[in-house]
T-cell receptor, first 116, second 111 residues
Framework: GAGVSQSPSNKVTEKGKDVELRCDPI?????LYWYRQRLGQGLEFLIY????????KSGLPSDRFSAERTGESVSTLTIQRTQQEDSAVYLC??????????????FGDGTRLSIL | GENVEQHPSTLSVQEGDSAVIKCTYS??????FPWYKQELGKGPQLIID???NVGEKKDQRIAVTLNKTAKHFSLHITETQPEDSAVYFC??????????WGAGTKLIIKP
């Protein structure tokens, strides 16, 4: 079946512009995560959606970052007034439940964001 | 909260030799430990995982061992091949069902 799909795959924009990144999770997956990965670094948790519960926003680095998800479908991560330090790969992952237990996270290939 | 440390940051081995990557965690309540492989330009892919009710799990050339007492787990790759070259991440799931990630290990397979 289809995996996690992210778009665009690459985004180059000027400092100060707003950007919107999209994630299409695996169908039926109730949980969705956004991570940031700077060049050569590990995964930095940003935000987590679980069904209709309030999202866990504890990883968002500033109020310039926000994310939305409607139900169990597409999610968008928005970065306002981009700064050069926002340059990174933004990864999305989704997770389902099977047989009453949580399943592993499945990742998309990310959006590579470059701020000029 | 949970903290995961991963070593080494870079590992270079001769093709055909074994590679071992180690992770330690701090929260004894953690009960699920996945390993992910990330190739250049791709998202991380799950390669093997282990739950706290077992001590070892094997899948062909890949194995993971877990020592709950010492709070560490390791990834073992035998008979390494060029396609094993990648960055490997360990993680531990905390009580909020969040994955806490190690910093990654760059594995280089020398021909």
């Amino acid at each position: 079946g289809a995996g996690v799909s992210q778009s665009p795959s690459n985004k180059v924009t000027e400092k100060g512009k707003d950007v919107e990144l999209r994630c299409d999770p695996i169908s039926g997956h109730t949980a969705l995560y956004w991570y940031r990965q700077r060049l050569g670094q590990g995964l930095e948790f940003l935000i987590y959606f679980q069904g209709n519960s309030a999202p866990d926003k504890s990883g968002l680095p500033s109020d310039r970052f926000s994310a939305e998800r409607t139900g169990e479908s597409v999610s968008t991560l928005t970065i306002q007034r981009t700064q050069q330090e926002d340059s990174a790969v933004y990864l999305c992952a989704s997770r389902g439940v099977a047989d009453g237990s949580n399943q592993p996270q499945h990742f998309g290939d990310g959006t590579r964001l470059s701020i000029l | 909260g949970e903290n995961v440390e991963q070593h080494p940051s870079t590992l270079s081995v001769q093709e055909g030799d074994s590679a071992v990557i180690k992770c330690t965690y701090s929260d004894s309540a953690s009960n699920y430990f996945p390993w992910y492989k990330q190739e250049l330009g791709k998202g991380p892919q799950l390669i093997i995982d282990i739950r706290s009710n077992v001590g070892e799990k094997k899948d062909q050339r890949i194995a993971v061992t877990l020592n709950k007492t010492a709070k560490h787990f390791s990834l073992h790759i035998t008979e390494t091949q060029p396609e094993d070259s990648a960055v490997y991440f360990c993680a531990a799931r905390d009580s909020n069902y969040q994955l806490i990630w190690g910093a990654g290990t760059k594995l280089i397979i020398k021909p």
